[in-house]
């Protein structure tokens, strides 16, 4: 079985902090947390896809 879940984060800083490329420092921020979560469980989970919303 698969089920794909949609998170949507937040804050208040603006896109330009992350400089240049900045869904591919997005990406393995997230990669690095399901990592973790892969980690301690049997499930695996994997990120599909990053997109930032303005």
Do not use: C, F, H
């Not at 800083?13 to 393995?28: A, D, M, R, Y």
């Amino acid at each position: 079985m698969k089920v794909r879940v949609t998170i949507m984060t937040e804050n208040d800083k603006p896109i330009s902090v992350l400089g240049e490329n900045p869904e591919e420092k997005i990406k393995i921020g997230w990669e690095l947390v399901l990592a973790l979560l892969n980690a301690q469980s049997e499930d695996r989970a994997t990120l599909e896809r990053v997109e930032i919303v303005e």
